[in-house]
């Protein structure tokens, strides 16, 4: 079975080398935070779990464990709103503007 990592981080040094060694010019990179907001805790699982690919590879009769085990890790990287439940993930794009010559 074919492992799949699709939570790879890379700088936007890291990208800038791989572009460039791959024969592409760089025009531009940009790499600001951004954040997204959902209305609850809930809402925010929801969401990742239908691209999480990991769910694929996990056995079934894990699949609950897994969540709540995913569920204690992922709330240490959102900041849920104590008030409103509101839960807001800050992510980190990278995006390149780049021509091959």
Do not use: W
Request: with cysteine; proline share 5%.
């Amino acid at each position: 079975m074919c492992k799949q990592n699709s939570h790879i981080n890379y700088s936007p040094d890291e990208v800038k080398t791989m572009f460039v060694e791959a024969g592409f010019r760089i025009i531009s990179i940009d790499s600001n935070s951004r954040k997204f907001t959902y209305p609850d805790l809930s809402s925010f699982l929801n969401a990742m779990n239908t691209v999480d690919s990991a769910l694929e590879i996990v056995p079934s009769h894990l699949h609950n464990k897994y969540l709540v085990d995913f569920k204690n890790k992922i709330c240490e990287k959102v900041e849920i709103c104590p008030t409103t439940g509101k839960t807001t993930l800050t992510y980190y794009p990278i995006i390149v503007h780049a021509i091959k010559d």
